[in-house]
C-alpha cells in the first residue's frame, strides 16, 4: 500500500480531532491534530443521562493546572492551560465507546447508567470546527451490548441492515429481527452512527 492508498477501515472510521491549547497567562494559543477511529466518552451520572450529555463532557475545555501545567515557549515555563478539543475531520462512520467501566484505586465498578442515544439525526455541529462542518448529522447503525461486570461478561449486538432498513440482534449464532423499539438499551457500550448521505468511499485504481 502506497503514502497514496487507505485501507478501507481508514476510510470510514478515521477522523481527526483539533486540539486548542491556551497559556492562561499570556494566551497564547497553538494547536494539536490527533487521528482517531473511536471517541472514549465519559458517563457524567450514575442513573441516566443522554448522549449528548456524554459528548458535551468529553469536549468540554479542560483546564491543566499543578502537575498538569504544559510548558509554554513564549512563558519559557509551564503554566496553567485551557485544552478544548473539536472535531476536524468527520469520518463516515463514527464509533462511541461509552466508558462503563470506572476504576478509583483499588475499587472497580461498572456504570449501569440508562444512556439515551438517538437513532437517527445525532446532530455533531456544536463539536466539528466551523470550517470543516462536513457531515454533521448522523444516524444509528449498530449497538454493542455488554452483559455482565468487570471480571466477565457477554457481548451482543444490533445491527441495522442498509436497505431493508430492518434491526436484528446477534447473540452468538443466534440471529433475529426485532422492532425499532428494542434498539433503545441500558446495556448499550458501544454505538456506531453513519454520516447521511453515506456512501462508501472507493479506492481508485491505477491502469
Known sequence: MTANESSIITRLFEGQLNYSIMCLKCENCTYKNEVFTILSLPIPSEYECSLQDCLQCFFQQD??????????????TKQETAVRASISKAPKIMIFHLKRFDILGTTKRKLRTDIHYPLTNL?????????????????????????????????????????????????????????????????????????????????????
Open 63 to 76: 483546564t491543566l493546572t499543578w502537575n498538569n501545567q504544559i510548558y509554554c515557549s513564549f512563558c519559557e
Open 123 to 207: 446532530d455533531l455541529t456544536p463539536y466539528i470546527c466551523p470550517i470543516f462542518r462536513k457531515h454533521p448529522k448522523y444516524n444509528l447503525c449498530a449497538v454493542v451490548n455488554h452483559f455482565g461486570d468487570l471480571d466477565g461478561g457477554h457481548y451482543t449486538a444490533f445491527c441495522k441492515n442498509s436497505v431493508t432498513q430492518t434491526w436484528f440482534s446477534f447473540d452468538d449464532t443466534r440471529v433475529s429481527e426485532i422492532p425499532e423499539t428494542s434498539v433503545q438499551t441500558a446495556t448499550a457500550y458501544l454505538l456506531f452512527y453513519s454520516c447521511q448521505p453515506f456512501s462508501i468511499p472507493i479506492q481508485k485504481c491505477k491502469s
